[in-house]
């Protein structure tokens, strides 16, 4: 849910629900509605929930019918115990929450970039750097005039993709943006600026120091591979299954990266300081020595060396805090394949029942869901086994299905998005089965279930 205060200073609340309305003459239909602006004076979880539910009632809609919400990932939303999603799930146990994947990943990278002094240190000096061209058209002249391709970004809280954009600047033109300072050094000793002087001199040092190469090396390499799975859970056809894979795909390269990736990292910076003739060696560090109590106690030998530190202080706790990070918070995410897992693809439904397990899976979601016969799954699931052939969720999300065994048992999909805010398209699906009690399907649930997704309208 997302809260942005207007030129009033009022904080707007937009709300945007998702409806799969299934009915077995015409099938399945998916819609996103924008239904209007809320002004909030309580942003908390009880205030937020109470403002939604008013406006649900004045619509006419009753909460009991959500099989879905989600939301970015602030304690007033996603909180287990004061939270916007624990507040409806109380009140309705069906109305799941999935966080937005996407900013679950951003979240990930802004932790990383504090998890250390050289970390913040690092991005501290790419937004000084920044600072410092873009406060004059002239300084930022002499930036364009010797860099070419690309250009210093600033950082955001809100860009998801502003600090690898920022350090991919540096990663391929350090010796541009060096020359870039040292013209600049001169142009503000013509002028007699001491500050500009200052400023930019003591940035062009820290950039022609071997830990700082290294340092932007690493620091691309995570974020590479971060923003690439950032950007493929934007598509629209993404569904749980994807977004699983994806994140165990990340964790896996990051743990194999704690192992292996500070040596391929300083092969990549050598090539940076030979061309900047930067001498790859270690500032010294002062040894921190324990004061001894009484004389009999030994002497301490354990001495570490300035690339121990490093990789210590800063290597080791990005990459651990990136992996447990994400771990956390996408722990949610299973649950949800868990439950729904045997119905991504027709793989799955065939691998469930080879397996066994179909009987088990068809039950668990029964009993979670409370409106599902699971003899009647079982009985469709196999029915699908034998003629349909989805092999991907996207079948799913572009074709809502139904399947006819003998003319008395359909499947519907329902899709649930991802993300909390329909503008940024951060969308995955999931699929279940829609409400039927016998064969005949005289008791189908029929009209529309409400899947919420509360923050800004899709302009």
């Known amino acids: 849910m997302d809260c942005t205060p ?3 200073h009022q904080e707007q609340l937009s709300v945007v629900l998702r ?3 299934g009915e077995s003459s015409k099938g399945v ?7 209007g602006f809320l002004n909030v004076l309580d942003t908390t979880g009880k205030g937020l929930c109470e403002s939604f539910l008013g406006h649900l009632e004045t619509l006419g809609l009753d909460i009991a019918n959500c099989r879905g919400q989600s939301y970015d990932n602030g304690s007033n939303m996603q909180g287990n115990k004061q939270g916007v999603q624990k507040r409806v799930l109380d009140m309705n146990n069906k109305a799941l929450s999935v966080p937005c994947g996407s900013h679950t990943l951003n979240i990930v990278v802004g932790d990383a970039a504090k998890s250390s002094m050289t970390s913040i240190s690092f991005f501290g000096l790419l937004q000084r750097l ?3 061209f873009s406060s004059s058209v002239n300084r930022w002249a002499i930036l364009t005039e010797h860099v070419k391709n ?3 970004k600033v950082l955001s809280t809100t860009r998801w993709e502003c600090r690898v954009d920022s350090v991919k600047a540096v990663r391929y033109q ?4 060096v020359n870039a300072l040292s013209a600049l050094i001169e142009y503000a000793t013509e002028k007699r600026d001491a500050d500009v002087v200052s400023t930019a001199a003591s940035i062009c040092k820290e950039m022609q120091t071997w830990p700082f190469i290294l340092c932007t090396i690493v620091w691309y390499n995570v974020l590479f591979q971060i923003n690439k799975v950032s950007k493929m859970l934007q598509s629209p056809q993404v569904s749980i299954e994807t977004l699983r894979r994806e994140t165990r795909g990340v964790t896996e390269f990051l743990e194999e990266y704690r192992e292996k990736g500070l040596t391929s990292a300083q092969t990549d910076a050598r090539e940076i300081a030979e061309k900047l003739k930067v001498e790859m060696t270690w500032p010294e560090v002062r040894q921190r020595r324990a004061a001894r109590q009484f004389e009999y106690e030994g002497k301490e030998q354990t001495e570490s060396t300035a690339e121990e530190h490093f990789k210590r202080d800063f290597f080791l706790v990005l990459v651990d805090t990136a992996v447990v990070t994400i771990k956390e918070r996408f722990s949610q995410m299973e649950s949800f394949h868990e439950l729904y897992g045997f119905l991504y693809t027709i793989d799955e439904m065939r691998s469930s029942e080879q397996k066994g397990k179909l009987d088990e899976c068809c039950q668990r979601l029964e009993l979670k869901m409370h409106d599902i016969d699971a003899e009647d799954l079982v009985l469709e699931v196999k029915g699908a086994n034998t003629r349909d052939r989805i092999t991907k969720p996207s079948c799913l999300v572009n074709r809502p299905w139904k399947l006819r065994t003998n003319d008395t048992l359909d499947i519907f999909t329902e899709v649930l998005c991802v993300s909390e805010c329909p503008m940024r398209r951060h969308l995955a699906s999931r699929s279940r089965c829609s409400d039927y009690k016998d064969l ?3 008791n189908r649930v029929k009209g529309p ?3 919420l997704r509360l923050g800004p309208p899709n302009y």
Request: overall charge negative; aromatic content about 6%.
């Open 6 to 8: 207007d030129l009033s």
């Open 19 to 21: 409806v799969v309305n």
């Open 29 to 35: 239909s998916i819609s996103e509605h924008f239904v």
């Open 130 to 132: 920044y600072t410092l």
């Open 150 to 152: 690309l250009t210093v």
């Open 174 to 177: 350090l010796p541009e943006l």
């Open 440 to 442: 005949r399907g005289e």
């Open 449 to 451: 279930h409400i899947c």
